[in-house]
């Protein structure tokens, strides 16, 4: 069965960075689009970012625009995002997700079928 496992989430400082790591296995990782959301408390789960199964097309929130990088290592069956220039705001707990069909990245939560476990990550001020 396929299997999504987070890691890289920890404490950092406004303005710092954190790497999250997304292992994937059980089925062919290269063939299928990957994303993150994350869901802050008392909030829904919301979009981060996306890309598709070879890294060449790429979606990011706004809110995450210009500081966040995803990206992906087909070989190591990983998907990463690359968080720079933290804000408070960015506290919550992230997920790493992929579709039951399809390469093409999307935003809508909907689209997706199979979720990590969530990794947390607290900015503070």
């Known amino acids: 069965q396929v299997q999504l496992v987070e890691s890289g989430g920890g404490k950092v400082q406004a303005g710092g960075s954190l790497r999250l790591s997304c292992a994937a296995s059980?089925?062919?990782?290269?063939?299928?689009?990957m994303g993150w959301f994350r869901q802050a408390p008392g909030k829904e789960r919301e979009f981060v970012a996306a890309?598709?199964?070879?890294?060449?097309?790429?979606y990011y929130a706004d809110s995450v625009k210009g500081r966040f990088t995803i990206s992906r290592d087909n070989a190591k069956n990983t998907v990463y995002l690359q968080m720079n220039s933290l804000k408070p705001e960015d506290t919550a707990v992230y997920y790493c997700?992929?579709?039951?069909?399809?390469?093409?990245?999307?935003?809508?939560?909907?689209?997706?079928?199979?979720w990590g476990q969530g990794t947390q990550v607290t900015v503070s001020s």
């Open positions: 997700a992929s579709p039951f069909v399809g390469g093409l990245p999307s935003p809508s939560k909907n689209e997706y079928g199979y």
């Open positions: 890309i598709s199964w070879s890294g060449g097309s790429r």
């Open positions: 059980g089925r062919t990782f290269s063939s299928y689009a």
